[in-house]
């Protein structure tokens, strides 16, 4: 090998590792400092807006409860959060936008029927808040009431954590043979089809929280259980009509235990909450 091609070698492979720092960089999580709107303390799973000037979050005041919370940037400048209108009397979590914006939907403890009583479940053998996934449609600057999906999504008092794709359809996990696992149900005709079990990674390890792109390109969740959180961030691809094998984040991504996955409005970053910060993680290295 000559001395010219000596160095084109060396200059391509200085190259390509300066692109591997550049991204090595860019996949550390940052902390997401919405200034009064959002407190570490209690916040979790923010879900922005398309345009970013308003985000929806959990809010535990106490243990034992759980609320929807607004905030919107006007000026540059968060405000403080408020109460959803159509959250602050029952167990309310993880809010999710619809790809246009139009409803939203939660899950809730919330009884089914107006005489019904709140949903339970049993976890780690004690009672704990239920979970059914719930719609609100967007009126105008305003949300409408709050309507329980039906017996064909909600099929226990577990059904818990959804994401919404392009055509309407929807992901969200429930207990499946011991372990949780992602379920999908096609959205056609204005109604859900009978949910189907996603098959991804081993079908022994437990999947949570799933954020999935409108396109169902690919999807970022944890894998498995670690000492004191859910499991591993991960991210998976779909490919040729299957989900491919999952594949880990890393350990600077993992360090704060993390959890509750939101996409941003490009598909580009991802959202999550973390044992001490709710963490911002650009897809960059990953989505290359």
Known sequence: MNRRSIGTLLATLFSLYGVHLCWAAAAAPHPVDLGAALDFATDDTPEFSADGDTVFFDRSPTATSKTIMIARKVGGTWGKATVAPFSGRWFDQNPVLA????????????????????????LF????????????DRKGEAWGEPVWLGPGVNTDAFVDFPDIVADGSLYFMRWDQGAVHFFRAQYRDGQ???AVRVDIGDPAVATHDAAVAPDESFMVF???????????????????????????????????????????????????????????????????
Not at 249 to 263: K, S
Request: hydrophobic fraction near 30%.
């Open 125 to 136: 053998g004690r009672p704990q808040p239920g979970s059914n996934i719930w719609r609100v």
């Open 192 to 194: 859900y089809l009978p």
């Open 222 to 288: 944890d894998y498995g259980r670690v000492k004191g959180g859910l499991g591993r961030l991960c991210i998976s691809f779909h490919r040729d009509g299957r989900w491919g094998k999952p594949e880990d984040l890393g350990d600077v991504t993992n360090a704060d235990l993390p959890w509750g996955f939101r996409l941003s409005s490009d598909r580009r970053r991802v959202y999550f909450t973390g044992a001490t910060k709710i963490w911002s993680l650009s897809l960059t290295p990953w989505l290359h």
């Open 99 to 122: 790809p246009d914006g139009s409803y939203l939907l939660f899950d809730s403890d919330r009884p089914v029927t107006p005489s019904g009583k709140p949903l339970v479940q049993t």
